[in-house]
């Protein structure tokens, strides 16, 4: 008799258990259709509370989180989204197509943070998971030339660098070779002149100052060029 109530009260416990989680899911994937209702009519902040609000009951919901990320990214708010999609995109639980949206997606979310690196090991993620996934391929490629692009220009401006700071030494050698005079001054030879056509000084700084301009501005085009090329989200 003991042992069929002990029975009993394991069993009920169980059952109330199971009904715990049970409606906690069924509040979790009810507020995940609302956020997806608002994310429709693009009523994103309120499709993030939503989400939000689903995670509560099921913190584990692949779906909550995943299209969370995806309301995080539509308000700007990359950091949170790309923290977001870095918790799941290695879920062994999931298919491979579903890991290769969230690697992809993810480096959507790096790219608009400009961690450009980080977005092309996120692409190249998505492309091992579905081989086929030609916008993966393509944003990887479009990554991976920015990168080499930038590594060229920031090569390029170190030699210049270099060079300025070789021809600034010379003129300091050539200055510390001229004789000077009792007050220190530096004595002018006879019948030397600044040869015709010679920039000052501060010329020569207006034309780095100049050229730094222009390169700063090719930068800026290159960024708005990737903002618009880059290819959209999966299923966002």
Wanted: aromatic share 8%; proline share 2%; with cysteine.
């Amino acid at each position: 008799m003991r042992g069929t109530i002990k029975y009993f009260v394991v069993a009920l416990l169980l059952l109330l258990v199971c009904d715990e989680v049970s409606a906690q899911q069924m509040k979790e994937r009810g507020l995940v259709r609302k956020g997806n209702r608002q994310f429709k009519r693009e009523q994103f902040e309120k499709s993030v509370d939503s989400y939000q609000r689903a995670l509560q009951h099921d913190s584990t919901s692949f779906e909550a989180k995943y299209d969370l990320a995806s309301a995080l990214y539509r308000t700007e708010r990359y950091e949170k989204a790309e923290k977001t999609l870095l918790g799941i995109v290695n879920d062994t639980t999931r298919t491979e197509l579903e890991r290769g949206e969230v690697a992809y997606n993810l480096g959507n979310t790096q790219f608009a943070q400009q961690k450009y690196k980080e977005a092309l090991s996120s692409y190249r993620q998505a492309m091992r998971c579905n081989p086929n996934d030609e916008d993966a391929k393509f944003n990887y490629a479009f990554t991976k030339r920015l990168i080499q692009q930038q590594e060229q220009q920031q090569q390029q401006q170190n030699q210049d660098q270099n060079q300025d700071n070789k021809e600034q030494n010379q003129d300091k050698q050539d200055q510390q070779q001229q004789p000077q005079n009792q007050d220190g001054k530096e004595e002018q030879q006879q019948g030397e002149q600044r040869p015709e056509g010679a920039m000052t000084p501060e010329q020569q700084e207006a034309l780095l100052q100049a050229i730094q301009a222009e390169e700063d501005k090719t930068q800026d085009k290159l960024k708005e060029k990737a903002g618009v090329l880059i290819r959209g989200s999966k299923n966002w």
